[in-house]
């Protein structure tokens, strides 16, 4: 972490990305676009306000956080504090002094606009108050990519947080340091959630007893127009419901091999990230590196890297969980590593 002391920082929330990727975090993948519609409609139906209450954002840890960096100057968060699902946060908003801007979304599943907004502000932001040293992001859309880059540019120390498995790598990249909202002091970390195949199966069962009770009611011989037409309306009913029952577990089976595809071991890739930086800073007349030079190496190289995401308590403990590549040595204050032959 960069040094706080005399630092001014700005903080930007893109908050309805935060609240959909939690809720799809803590009740799974695309949760939130299948619940929407139930959610605009009523969002105190029991079932749907008791998945609400689970996936709730701990505002305050968000702030907590990016005070760590230095006194905030300005927090803003944007999104349409009209409806329901963002209304229930105004007062804690509120009370931790975030403006909150209000967006209009020109329908109920268009692009909220808060990329475009959030960018211009922050821009402005940047040119208006030259003594700004940090920039916070809440978002996770490879979207904020440019502005990410842009901030960097104007010299500011780019912080982006976002939720694991909803936030673009390319975002995590182009920023000075990258943190998971789970791995936040406070917030609980979700069980993950199981995936279900009742509902596709129902809709085939569905579909396949629609077209059993057709062929029944329709072999009778002789019934006429009216229920030949019946008859057609029932198949292409079944036809439909099973075509978009199998659309679903396609569209399941897709995201599980996607999963599959992308999935990486984060220890593994932890340890191969310190075996890079052990090669690369290797390059002097001592094989021996300073333990807190090796971890800033790593987070250059890969602003997400946090031994604490991966269960370790701290960079030494990371070190030693890594002895068959890391050789530590400690005297004193003084911590020292270098590559094992």
């Given amino acids: 972490m960069a040094d706080s002391l005399d630092s001014r920082v700005a903080v930007y929330l893109d908050f309805d ?51 760590s960096f230095g006194s905030l100057m300005l927090t803003r968060a944007y999104a349409d504090w009209s409806s329901p699902v963002n209304a229930i946060y105004r007062s804690q908003l509120v009370a931790r002094a975030v403006d909150l801007v209000q967006l209009f979304p020109a329908a109920a599943y268009a ?32 979207d904020y990519v440019p502005l990410a880059q842009r901030c960097r540019r104007l010299g500011r120390y780019v912080i982006a947080m976002g939720v694991a498995g909803s936030t673009a790598k390319s975002l995590a990249a182009a920023c000075d340091e990258f943190e998971s909202y789970e791995n ?25 007893s629609s077209g059993d009770s057709t062929s029944t009611s329709t072999a009778g011989g002789e ?11 029932a198949d292409a009913d079944a036809k439909a419901r099973a075509a978009e029952a199998a659309a679903e577990e396609a569209a399941e089976a897709a995201e599980e091999a996607e999963d599959e595809e992308v999935g990486e071991d984060p220890r593994e890739a932890a340890t191969q990230l310190l075996q890079r930086a ?16 090796v971890k800033s190496h790593m987070r250059r190289m890969d602003s ?10 701290s960079f030494n403990d990371f070190l030693k969980g890594n002895a068959e590549i890391a050789e530590l040595e400690e005297s004193g204050h003084e911590r020292l590593v270098r590559a094992k032959d």
Wanted: net charge neutral; no cysteine; aromatic share 6%.
């Fill in 111 to 142: 692009k909220n606009g808060a990329d475009i907004r959030l960018a211009v502000d922050t821009v402005e932001d940047l040119y208006l108050m030259p003594d700004l040293t940090h920039v916070v992001i809440v978002a996770g859309d490879s």
């Fill in 184 to 208: 936040l002091p406070g917030v609980e970390r979700p069980v993950a959630p199981q995936r279900s195949r009742s509902r596709r199966g129902g809709g085939i069962a569905a579909a396949q």
């Fill in 304 to 313: 997400s890297f946090s031994e604490k995401a991966i269960g370790f308590r």
């Fill in 17 to 67: 990305n935060i609240v959909m990727s939690w809720y799809d975090r803590v009740h799974g993948r695309q949760a939130y676009s299948r619940d929407r519609q139930r959610i605009a409609e009523d969002p105190t139906e029991p079932e749907i306000a008791e998945r609400l209450a689970k996936a709730t954002v701990d505002v305050g840890a968000v702030i907590d956080y990016a005070a």
């Fill in 278 to 293: 052990l090669q690369l800073g290797d390059r002097g007349d001592s094989d021996w590196l300073h333990a807190s030079a």
């Fill in 223 to 233: 019934g006429g127009n009216q229920r030949t037409r019946s008859r057609r309306s």
